[in-house]
């Protein structure tokens, strides 16, 4: 059984810090893509920021030169540093990724619980 746990939200002021994990566990033989998303009140899902196995990056453009993706493949987890944080960007935060377990087939994409951001003003 594959998962993935994020950690490290909370409550911040406005121009704070705060840095996001999430491990995959499991029977994983690989891991392809791993990705943050976000969901704000009443909003849509959207992608936040994604990372290949490769490291190569991508940010939505009202993350740009405020977050940092990272991961580290050794440990199956993926990171999201969030610096400059602003109102907005109060939101449940899942992290996704593209995941070859040892019993599947192919690869399936998995989703974790979520942790809550509050960034207050």
């Known amino acids: 059984q594959v998962q993935l746990v994020e950690s490290g939200g909370g409550l911040v002021q406005a121009g704070g810090s705060l840095r996001l994990s999430c491990a995959a566990s499991g029977s994983i033989h690989d891991i392809m893509n791993m990705a943050w998303y976000r969901q704000g009140p009443g909003k849509e899902r959207e992608s936040v920021a994604t990372?290949?196995?490769?490291?190569?990056?991508r940010y939505a453009d009202f993350v740009k030169g405020r977050f940092t993706i990272s991961r580290d493949n050794a440990k199956n987890t993926v990171y999201l540093q969030m610096n400059i944080l602003k109102p907005e960007d109060t939101a449940v935060y899942y992290c996704n990724a593209d995941i070859f377990a040892v019993t599947n087939i192919g690869f399936g994409n998995y989703w974790g619980q979520g942790t809550q951001v509050t960034v207050s003003s």
């Open positions: 990372i290949a196995r490769s490291g190569t990056t």
